[in-house]
């Protein structure tokens, strides 16, 4: 009933789109204004998104503090009239020509890169790595699309997306917790790209943010066991506990690598899901690791680290390094979500409206009130 009420608002809604919208635009380093844009035109291939909610990603704060890796017009995106913000959803309200995979009032994630979709990367189904990243302007326009990233993003009211980059949201998923069907996509990725099934097999997510806390229960969906946490706040290894963690280990309290050994009685485990950055996190993960091992790489050390290469050949160790969300990996962890397989909303800590972005960041940055995820609602 209450689905069909939604629906039809939709609809109603679809005959009275506006012409401009509200969006925040960047512009020196950590400013952000808050203006007036054109709502945009879906193109063939397209649809219009009313944005409904968007999570705010350290990413997010990165792009706005310093640039990279957005990349507009070939440099800075600040002083640009660029739109940042990446990790949302909505509804669709208006289609490209053609367009008849989706329809008016369908709720969707996207995924944030469509990249070219002509370059030997986005033809392999690695279109986060797409090698014309960037290039979508003036004459060397290959049509590369990152929302946040390379073209308008998500703290606005409407944005246009690829069909490709759509995920439809189960009728009983908040918007607040749909937001977070990308994050648990990125997740999901860095498992594939080290094996693809787990089943029975053990791991270490080291990390509880966003990323890692939700690749603790994309692991466990997937049958990994055990799946062991690490990490140095007591309330994000309690938060992993529920999403499936059968250990968890407070560094500050105990050696991380004594712990693993432990828990796996000397043998160690089979993969390690790298999401803390830590300057000494893949010597560690070396030594959790049994020989033959595999570490998935999806954090930013904050400068260069000293590796023990050595420890890494005499045990046979594979590294692997994600970028974002690639090869369909959000549909499948969308697929957990609708199943219920994990809660990812005890992530989601913080909801501010579209005109309170600032506050919104700041919590995010300052982790405010033990902040995570922080979602920003629109207004309607
Ligand atoms: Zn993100
Ligand atoms: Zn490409």
């Known amino acids: 009933?209450?689905?069909?009420?939604?629906?039809?608002?939709?609809?109603?809604?679809?005959?009275?789109?506006?012409?401009?919208?509200?969006?925040?635009?960047?512009?020196?380093?950590?400013?952000?204004?808050?203006?007036?844009?054109?709502?945009?035109?879906?193109?063939?291939?397209?649809?219009?998104?009313?944005?409904?909610?968007?999570?705010?990603?350290?990413?997010?704060?990165?792009?706005?503090?310093?640039?990279?890796p957005a990349l507009i017009q070939g440099g800075l995106p600040f002083n640009r009239n660029f739109v940042p913000g990446h990790e949302y959803m909505g509804t669709v309200v208006r289609l490209g020509p053609n367009v008849d995979e989706f329809g008016i009032g369908d709720r969707v994630a996207v995924e944030i890169h469509a990249g070219c979709g002509r370059c030997e990367r986005c033809r392999e189904g690695m279109y986060t790595s797409c090698l014309n990243y960037g290039k979508n302007y003036g004459d060397q326009n290959k049509g590369h699309r990152a929302n946040g990233f390379t073209t308008d993003g998500g703290f606005t009211q409407y944005a246009v997306n690829h069909i490709n980059t759509l995920v439809r949201v189960p009728e009983d998923m908040s918007d607040e917790e749909a937001t977070l069907i990308v994050t648990a996509g990125t997740a999901m990725y860095g498992l594939d790209s080290m094996a693809g099934l787990i089943a029975g097999q053990?791991?270490?997510?080291?990390?509880?943010?966003?990323?890692?806390?939700?690749?603790?229960?994309?692991?466990?969906?997937?049958g990994a066991q055990p799946v062991i946490l690490t990490g140095t706040r007591d309330n994000r290894l309690e938060i992993g506990r529920k999403l499936g963690a059968d250990h968890t280990v407070?560094?500050?309290?105990?050696?991380?690598?004594d712990a693993v050994q432990r828990i796996t009685g000397g043998c160690g485990v089979h993969y390690v899901l790298e999401c803390s950055g830590a300057p000494n996190a893949i010597n560690?993960?070396?030594?959790?690791?049994?020989?033959?091992?595999?570490?998935?790489?999806?954090?930013?050390?904050?400068?260069?680290?000293?590796?023990?290469?050595?420890?890494?050949?005499?045990?046979?160790?594979?590294m692997f390094g994600i970028?974002?969300?690639?090869?369909?990996?959000?549909?499948?962890?969308?697929?957990?979500?609708?199943?219920?397989?994990?809660?990812?909303?005890?992530?989601?800590?913080?909801?501010?409206?579209?005109?309170?972005?600032?506050?919104?960041?700041?919590?995010?940055?300052?982790?405010?009130?033990?902040?995570?995820?922080?979602?920003?609602k629109m207004p309607r």
């Not at 270490?204 to 990323?211: E, L, S, Y």
């Not at 560690?284 to 595999?294: C, F, I, K, P, S």
């Not at 970028?323 to 909303?345: I, L, N, P, T, Y």
């Open 250 to 257: 407070n560094v500050g309290r105990e050696n991380a690598v």
């Open 284 to 318: 560690d993960a070396t030594q959790m690791l049994m020989r033959g091992g595999r570490i998935c790489l999806a954090a930013f050390p904050a400068q260069p680290v000293t590796v023990d290469v050595a420890g890494l050949v005499r045990n046979n160790i594979s």
């Open 202 to 222: 053990s791991i270490v997510v080291m990390g509880p943010g966003p990323i890692g806390l939700l690749g603790v229960g994309i692991a466990k969906s997937q």
């Open 1 to 68: 009933m209450e689905t069909n009420q939604h629906a039809c608002q939709c609809r109603q809604q679809a005959h009275s789109i506006p012409e401009t919208m509200k969006a925040w635009v960047l512009g020196d380093p950590d400013e952000l204004v808050y203006v007036d844009k054109p709502v945009p035109e879906p193109g063939p291939e397209e649809v219009l998104v009313r944005i409904d909610a968007i999570a705010i990603c350290a990413t997010d704060l990165e792009i706005i503090h310093r640039g990279p």
């Open 323 to 376: 970028r974002g969300e690639g090869r369909s990996a959000v549909h499948r962890a969308a697929a957990f979500m609708q199943q219920k397989r994990f809660d990812a909303r005890l992530i989601h800590t913080h909801t501010f409206g579209l005109e309170e972005l600032p506050t919104a960041i700041r919590y995010a940055r300052e982790r405010i009130d033990d902040a995570i995820k922080v979602v920003v």
